[in-house]
């Protein structure tokens, strides 16, 4: 795996040069750890990572992860992050997966960052805007049965989600909603 020798903010000026997804891969000294980064060293992981992502490996003891977690918050170690070009996660991993399981992360990486730069969506027959939280365990509910309007661009984002640029980036809190189609 080629990791990104530097700071973190050299990192994501590198991915917004590439248009590349932002990978934060935070380890420690644990069995864990060491399984995941085995993962990420696989020559199949590596090969799908090289052309799509920056990333990085941070000691979860370092002041790199302190400040990350700041922004990111770090519940387990090891994680992976995979930031998209507007500073949102497009995936998390808490946790050791095989280097099979990463695969599949990394294509699906792929396919949001891709929609993500482009702004086109394929999506199987719509049947409405669902809203849900990555965070509450709730199954998804019809937006509309909220009252929300779909709304596209950044108007349609709440204050609290905008963040602050930084290296191209927005850098926001993992309070935020999705909505998607179902």
């Excluded at 700071?7 to 040069?17: H, M, Q, V």
């Excluded at 399984?35 to 020559?43: A, G």
């Excluded at 050791?96 to 695969?103: G, H, Q, T």
Aim: glycine share 8%.
């Amino acid at each position: 795996m080629f990791w990104f020798v530097g700071s973190i903010p050299d990192a994501i000026k590198l991915a917004k040069l590439r248009s590349s997804v932002f990978v934060v891969v935070i380890t420690g000294g644990d069995e864990q750890s060491a399984q995941l980064m085995s993962s990420w060293e696989d020559d199949r992981v590596s090969e799908a990572a090289h052309n799509c992502c920056v990333a990085i490996k941070v000691n979860d003891k370092s002041e790199p992860c302190v400040q990350f977690s700041q922004i990111y918050p770090v519940v387990c170690i090891p994680s992976s992050f995979f930031i998209g070009e507007n500073g949102i996660p497009l995936e998390v991993i808490a946790g050791s997966v095989s280097a099979e399981e990463l695969m599949i992360r990394i294509n699906r990486v792929k396919q949001m960052h891709a929609q993500e730069m482009t702004g086109v969506t394929e999506l199987p027959e719509a049947s409405g805007p669902v809203e849900t939280s990555m965070f509450d365990g709730k199954p998804p509910v019809a937006a509309s049965a909220l009252g929300a309007q779909v709304r596209t661009g950044a108007a349609s984002q709440p204050a609290a989600a905008r963040g602050t640029a930084e290296g191209g980036y927005v850098w926001i809190a993992l309070s935020l909603k999705v909505t998607y189609y179902a």
